[in-house]
């Protein structure tokens, strides 16, 4: 019988209360302990950055973390960003900089993107190819994101 | 699950984690900020039979100033916070600069100034940074606990000294000498990416400036760290004029180097690489050190 490990944390605002295997990923304890599949994996090893998600307001790869390390954190999600009819500026900044194709990098884009905007709010173009260099886009390209963020940075600039 | 399964470990005092690791021996493993170990482990290609979790132990996080101009660092200090800390940032300018080419934030944010040492990657940054920086090491163990130069730390890749039961626990860096000056040169195909070769510079120029000290680190080129000793034997008590440096550059690349090949570039071609980056580094360096 494997060891069960008791965690308390809460994700997106709602505090859950689980048992789970040390060796579960926080990604997989996001989209299948809790159904939050808007959390993407991709490379699973560190890579592609397309699990990201904040923990404790930090953007960090949730493929290699496990879900007992973040007992008692605060996670995000993309999730809490906005909802299909009250986007949040940077995910319609996405939209109408036409930033995503097949969108499967689109989650992890945000979550990076939305704690950086938060620490540097009036980016430049290089800042902002810095702040993305952790996660790969393998089908739009990096020009009409970059564009997305600097508008994400005037739209929540005047929200 | 990617991971085999393992027992964990969740000690919340650096007595407890003794403790663990003591009593778990070569079945024991610790996990610092994990971002080297757990893909491993989702690769399978680590399997340790139990983790010790270094995340909960509180006394293990801190950048601490000491009296005598050193500034010890415990171990489980984010990447992050290193690279943004006012006092690193002031008294070892050159930190931030190397810890920033350290993958990307998420990993920083995550990844520990200690653990990287432990895990002893030959192509990571922060070994090389503290033999650089003439670290000293504090390894624990229960009941006991031993201070390691940075330079005899490292015995091979992944390897170093700590034995099973043993805990990096924490990073004193000794003050930079007066008048000395840093530099950080890396190749590599990507941003964020591990270097075809890299170098860190520190040297040191007296009051009539020759070369009082020069310490060349290379990394990503050997199995450890590589300190050289040409660069000290053929520039202290120089002036560093151009023709020195490229002389230390020639001989360092030449002699104390043998860099293989892989997808990436040959063998030959990264040996150039360190001839053009140590000159590089040296000349930067010595410009500081003005």
């Known amino acids: 019988m494997?060891?069960?490990?008791?965690?308390?944390?809460?994700?997106?605002?709602?505090?859950?209360?689980?048992?789970?295997?040390?060796?579960?990923?926080?990604?997989?304890?996001?989209?299948?302990?809790?159904?939050?599949?808007?959390?993407?994996?991709?490379?699973?090893?560190?890579?592609?950055?397309?699990?990201?998600?904040?923990?404790?307001?930090?953007?960090?790869?949730?493929?290699?973390?496990?879900?007992?390390?973040?007992?008692?954190?605060?996670?995000?999600?993309?999730?809490?960003?906005?909802?299909?009819?009250?986007?949040?500026?940077?995910?319609?900044?996405?939209?109408?900089?036409?930033?995503?194709?097949?969108?499967?990098?689109?989650?992890?884009?945000?979550?990076?993107?939305?704690?950086?905007?938060?620490?540097?709010?009036?980016?430049?173009?290089?800042?902002?190819?810095?702040?993305?260099?952790?996660?790969?886009?393998?089908?739009?390209?990096?020009?009409?994101?970059?564009?997305?963020?600097r508008l994400a940075a005037q739209k929540m600039a005047s929200h | 699950m990617k991971p085999a399964p393992f027992d964990y470990y969740a000690p919340t005092s650096i007595e407890e984690a003794l403790a663990n690791l003591h009593e778990l021996g070569y079945d024991g493993k610790v996990l610092a900020g994990g971002q080297s170990l757990i893909p491993a482990m989702n690769f399978r290609m680590a399997r340790p039979a139990a983790l010790v979790d270094l995340n909960r132990i509180k006394e293990l996080f801190y950048i601490k100033p000491v009296d005598d101009g050193s500034l010890a660092i415990g171990t489980m200090t984010r990447d992050s916070l290193v690279e943004h800390d006012p006092i690193v940032v002031q008294r070892f300018p050159i930190i931030p600069f190397v810890v920033k080419h350290i993958a990307h934030t998420q990993i920083r944010n995550r990844g520990t100034f200690g653990g990287a040492i432990a895990h002893a990657d030959p192509a990571a940054q922060i070994p090389a940074l503290a033999v650089a920086l003439k670290a000293r090491l504090l390894v624990r163990k229960q009941g006991g606990q031993r201070w390691v130069n940075s330079e005899d730390f490292f015995l091979g890749p992944f390897m170093t000294v700590l034995e099973p039961e043993e805990l990096l626990a924490e990073v004193v860096l000794p003050p930079m000498a007066k008048r000395s000056g840093a530099s950080y040169q890396q190749v590599s195909r990507q941003k964020g990416g591990y270097a075809q070769a890299a170098v860190i510079t520190i040297v040191t120029l007296d009051e009539s400036n020759r070369c009082k000290e020069a310490r060349v680190v290379l990394f990503s080129v050997g199995e450890t760290p590589i300190l050289s000793k040409a660069a000290s034997q053929v520039l202290v008590g120089s002036a560093p004029s151009p023709a020195v440096i490229a002389q230390a550059a020639e001989q360092i690349a030449r002699v104390e180097v043998d860099p293989g090949s892989d997808l990436h570039g040959s063998g030959e071609y990264r040996r150039q690489l360190v001839n053009v980056l140590v000159e590089r580094a040296l000349t930067e360096a010595f410009e500081r050190a003005k």
């Open chain 1, 2 to 149: 494997a060891q069960k490990v008791k965690i308390n944390l809460t994700v997106n605002g709602k505090a859950y209360q689980r048992e789970v295997e040390p060796r579960l990923l926080l990604s997989d304890f996001i989209r299948h302990d809790l159904g939050l599949t808007g959390t993407h994996v991709g490379c699973e090893h560190g890579l592609c950055g397309a699990c990201t998600v904040l923990v404790d307001g930090e953007a960090v790869r949730s493929c290699i973390l496990f879900a007992v390390q973040v007992d008692g954190s605060e996670v995000r999600t993309v999730e809490s960003l906005g909802t299909p009819d009250n986007l949040h500026p940077l995910q319609q900044a996405f939209i109408e900089k036409h930033a995503l194709q097949c969108g499967f990098c689109t989650p992890g884009f945000l979550m990076t993107i939305v704690e950086y905007l938060g620490k540097n709010p009036n980016p430049s173009d290089e800042e902002i190819r810095e702040a993305i260099d952790g996660n790969f886009c393998r089908c739009t390209g990096y020009v009409n994101i970059v564009e997305a963020v």
